[in-house]
């Protein structure tokens, strides 16, 4: 079953632009995490935020994390074409390794 | 350091046969996790291995089966596959325990016809 679901489920922005996308869970967690996907190939991590923590950066992205509303967003700043994926966001409830996924948001930047 | 590595990258299969799927983790990583992938159902959760033990499974009937070897290599096997098995398979490996991300392959593509 899905633990998370992105929204929107598909987002297309200009060069330059900052595209938001956002989380909602379930259960309560040890962590979330953001992923992207390219084109059908393997996940790649981006950035993983506790449940403690509200708000993390990471070059031109950053995440929050609203545990008493159960979601998170993640902010891309000044996209590129080349940020161009499908983006996930995946809880871990047991700490060991099972994450659950949403069904992900597609991003599609144009030069 | 080398990423993770998952063979074959492609595979077409009849229905009704086997298949095998091996994926090498990062070295020092213990825990491999393997995931599914369909367009319907999105990424969901198959099982995983830490030390040579399984320690989750998801919701996958009993012909979706793996193990784990002492380097930490892991394979999955699919018996009896069905049209429905068609699918990306992936794999991660992690530490197993803390706040890490996972590092996932590149994955097995499995058609099955």
């Known amino acids: 079953s899905q633990q998370g679901e992105e929204d929107p489920q598909a987002l297309s922005i200009q060069e330059g632009e900052n595209a938001t996308m956002n989380c909602s869970y379930k259960?309560?967690?040890?962590?979330l995490q953001w992923y992207r996907q390219n084109s059908g190939r393997g996940l790649v991590h981006l950035i993983l935020?506790?449940?403690?923590?509200r708000e993390k950066h990471s070059g031109r992205l950053r995440v929050t994390l609203d545990t008493s509303k159960k979601s998170s967003s993640l902010l891309i700043t000044a996209s590129r074409a080349a940020d161009t994926a499908s983006y996930f966001c995946a809880t871990d409830p047991s700490g060991y390794s099972t994450l659950t996924f949403g069904k992900g948001t597609m991003l599609l930047v144009s030069p | 350091k080398a990423g993770v590595t998952q063979t074959p990258r492609y595979l077409i299969k009849t229905r009704g046969q086997q298949v095998t799927l091996s994926c090498s983790p990062i070295?020092?990583?213990?825990?491999v996790s393997w995931y599914q992938q369909t367009p319907g159902q999105g990424l969901q959760f198959l099982f995983e291995?830490?030390?040579?033990?399984?320690?989750n499974k998801g919701n996958f009937p009993g012909r979706f089966s793996g193990r784990q070897f002492s380097n930490s290599r892991s394979e999955m096997n699919v018996s009896t596959l069905e049209l429905g098995d068609s699918a990306l398979y992936l794999c991660?490996?992690?530490f197993g325990k803390g706040d890490y991300g996972y590092t996932f392959g590149s994955g097995t593509r499995l058609t099955v016809v």
């Open positions: 070295s020092g990583h213990r825990s």
């Open positions: 991660a490996s992690s």
């Open positions: 935020i506790r449940s403690n923590e």
């Open positions: 259960t309560s967690i040890n962590n």
């Open positions: 291995y830490f030390s040579e033990t399984q320690r």
